[in-house]
């Protein structure tokens, strides 16, 4: 005869085959799911080559150095060029959290033939996106990964001292644009053309001021928004992120341009999201998820151009 006090600690073959199809599709729904204002994955490039297995990811450059010269019938004496590398290295990381059910709450949706709650997998894949995203933005150096909003070797640019002060609050539309055009202007002047940037980021207060404050008194008039985008030969995106409102020196607001294609920078992601077979604990199930990620890397710093105080 069997022991009821030893079948209550497992799910028979029919509960057992429910549990794992729910799984199932929770698994499908939360690759589905996006949230906001979680901006990294939408925005800079991503990388996956590395693979799940990779522990580092390593990348060289190269600088050529010689020069050519005019030589003479007979000559022997040619100048001799060469290049030199440089190795750079990151450590990959994995960010992890779980979600669970009990027993109880399996069998109870298996006999009412309904879906298990989906928010405890969403829950879970959104935390894991929090901290992807935390890491891509602002780094984490305990692991030693530098975040995009402050990453070193970038090009600082001061602002033009407005008639109303150095804040857009009190500028006039010819100020703001003055400020625009100058931290692109910046990334040009310091490569000497080399690197251009094509995608500007602002705090929200600030995105929103551009995209209503229009050109002189002519209500017709465009904003400065719309008229930067149409005379500007390089920026072609404008985009806003929470995180820039306090991201300047003493908790100002900072502004960044930058060349945003993976020649410049990847975001380092070789698994963007895992989740593993349930793991039974006593009187329930607990399903691990995890991320792999080495934040983001700049290949060219001076492609990157930012300025505090808007």
């Known amino acids: 005869m069997d022991n009821p006090k030893i079948d209550q600690y497992h799910l028979d073959a029919n509960e057992s085959a429910f549990f794992k199809g729910q799984l199932e599709y929770i698994k499908v729904g939360t690759y589905d799911v996006k949230y906001a204002p979680n901006k990294a994955l939408g925005l800079f490039p991503v990388s996956t080559e590395a693979g799940p297995a990779a522990t580092e990811i390593v990348w060289r450059s190269y600088s050529k150095v010689g020069l050519a010269r005019l030589v003479a019938d007979y000559s022997q004496d040619f100048p001799r060029v060469d290049i030199y590398g440089t190795e750079n290295r990151i450590s990959l990381h994995d960010i992890g959290a779980s979600y669970g059910y009990s027993i109880q709450e399996i069998r109870r949706a298996q006999k009412a033939g309904v879906p298990l709650e989906m928010r405890r997998a969403s829950t879970c894949r959104d935390a894991i996106d929090n901290k992807l995203n935390d890491i891509v933005m602002n ?172």
């Open 139 to 310: 780094g984490d150096a305990s692991a030693n990964i530098a975040g995009f909003l402050d990453y070193p070797g970038t090009i600082e640019f001061t602002l033009t001292s407005g008639v109303g002060g150095k804040t857009w609050a009190l500028k006039t539309a010819d100020e703001i644009l003055a400020d625009m055009n100058g931290v692109v202007e910046g990334i040009l002047t310091a490569t000497n053309g080399i690197e251009s940037p094509d995608t500007m980021l602002l705090p929200l207060a600030q995105y929103l001021l551009i995209s209503r404050k229009r050109i002189g008194s002519d209500s017709d008039g465009k904003t400065v928004m719309k008229y930067f985008l149409e005379n500007n030969v390089y920026i072609k995106r404008i985009e806003w992120l929470t995180e820039l409102a306090t991201a300047g020196n003493t908790s100002t607001a900072r502004m960044i341009v930058f060349a945003n294609d993976i020649k410049h920078l990847s975001l380092e992601l070789p698994v963007p999201f895992e989740q593993f077979e349930a793991d039974k604990k006593a009187l329930a199930y607990e399903i691990p998820c995890l991320a792999r990620t080495g934040g983001i890397i700049i290949y060219y710093p001076l492609s990157v151009s930012y300025v505090d105080g808007i």
